[in-house]
């Protein structure tokens, strides 16, 4: 901290440094490393703007002026992260609402149709499970619902690798004549 000369009792601190003159001395370098942390030669004049809002409005200035170009510094490399997600945030508004302008302009959704018939299917695949007996929907909700290997079944349920693969060959074909009697007709695989 700078002090008027005397006695170091009677110190008294000096005004803090003049923003306008520190910002225009650090200027050149600052706008090139907001530059380079945006990418974008138009958001320069707008994030430098705002560091230079930053610095006047600061509440604690700072008095050691070797400590001035490293705040400043830091408070461009953050205005700079923070144009960069404001940035990228419009960019991900604008990619959403162009790709689902089709939706904006009739008032509907384009896959409603796909869409019902996918739950309606889902709806008619869970129903056809509860039919199942217990062992048949056991193992295949070990097999595809916790997406564990046959030898992890093996070791879990205390049986041969062997015995799990024929019991969900079995499970399988019960479930297929399920789907088949409400309805539904399974892909060959």
Sequence with gaps: MSV?????SDAVP???PDWGEA???HESWLRKVILARTGEIQAV???FQRVALAAVEQAAPLMDPAKIAPWLHRLAVIHSARYRRTMGRERRAMRNFTE????FDNGRAGDVLIWLLARERH???RRALGRLD???FEILMLKYGEKWSCRQIAERLGITEKAVD????????RLRHELLTSGIEGKEQ
Aim: glycine content about 6%; hydrophobic content about 30%.
């Design 14 to 16: 000096r005004s803090s």
């Design 45 to 47: 004049e707008d994030v």
């Design 134 to 136: 217990g062992a048949d």
């Design 23 to 25: 910002l225009l001395a």
């Design 100 to 103: 689902n302008r089709a939706q």
């Design 4 to 8: 008027l000369p005397g006695n170091s």
């Design 166 to 173: 024929s019991r969900l060959t079995r499970a399988r074909v």
């Design 123 to 125: 709806d008619q695949t």
